[in-house]
C-alpha cells in the first residue's frame, strides 16, 4: 500500500507563489497517473491537475497558465508549483493516484492528510 504525504503549504500574497510536495512511501509507477485536489472550506474537493506516468499533464480551467504538476518517478515524489496566487486558490490540497477512464479521471483511495494553502488579498 502506498502512503502519500503532501507538504509545502503555507500563507502567501495574492500573487505570490508555493510548491506543494507530495512525498510517496511506494512507487508512484504503481499508478498510471497522479493528481492534485483542493478542498475549499465548505466546497467539495475539486481536481487541479493530473500527470500521467510518461508526464503528460492536464490542468483545470483555473488552474491553466499558473499551476505546473511534475513528477520525478525515481524519488516517488509528485509536485504541483503555483505561481499567480489568489485568494480563491486558499484550500487544503491533497496529492492522489489514479487512473484515466473513459477520458475521466478516477481517483483511486489514497490520500493525504493534506496541506493548506491560505492567499491573503
Known amino acids: 500500500q502506498v502512503h502519500l504525504v503532501e507538504s509545502g503549504g503555507g500563507l502567501v500574497q495574492a500573487g505570490g507563489s508555493l510548491r506543494l510536495s507530495c512525498a510517496a512511501s511506494g512507487s508512484i509507477l504503481s499508478f498510471h497517473t497522479m493528481a492534485w485536489y483542493r478542498q475549499a472550506p465548505g466546497k467539495q474537493r475539486e481536481l487541479v491537475a493530473t500527470i500521467s506516468r510518461d508526464g503528460l499533464s492536464n490542468y483545470v480551467d483555473n488552474a491553466k497558465g499558473r499551476f505546473t504538476i511534475s513528477r520525478d518517478n525515481s524519488k516517488n515524489m509528485v509536485f504541483l508549483q503555483m505561481n499567480s496566487l489568489k485568494p480563491d486558490d486558499t484550500a487544503v490540497y491533497y496529492c492522489?493516484?489514479?487512473?484515466?477512464?473513459?477520458?475521466?479521471?478516477?481517483?483511486?483511495?489514497?490520500w493525504g492528510q493534506g496541506t493548506q494553502v491560505t492567499v491573503s488579498s
Open positions: 492522489n493516484g489514479g487512473i484515466y477512464s473513459g477520458g475521466s479521471y478516477v481517483p483511486y483511495d489514497y
